[in-house]
């Protein structure tokens, strides 16, 4: 059975701007939301600090990063729901 016609071969006026790629969002995501990723990083330098403590011997300074990365982890969280609840609220507007 026959499908119809072909699709047409210039493109539709909505498919010619391209979708903004990861760096446009993520920077767009940053400017609204900056404590994120800041938690972000600072959860992957205390890891990586006290992977390094660890690896060396200094289980005590391994130990207080562990917690810094938890402590780290929580305001990562916090601060996304921040930013959801903000946007939430703007949509409501």
Known sequence: PP???DPP????PSSSSSPPGFRDKFLRKS??????????LSTAGALTY???????GNTRQSQLM????????GFTIAAIMV??????MKAQK
């Open 66 to 73: 562990m917690r810094a990365r938890v402590l780290a982890q």
């Open 3 to 5: 499908l119809g016609p």
């Open 31 to 40: 400017r609204e939301n900056p404590l994120v990723p800041i938690g972000c």
């Open 50 to 56: 006290g992977l390094i403590c660890f690896q060396k």
């Open 83 to 88: 930013g959801v609840v903000a946007t939430a």
């Open 9 to 12: 071969l210039t493109p539709s």
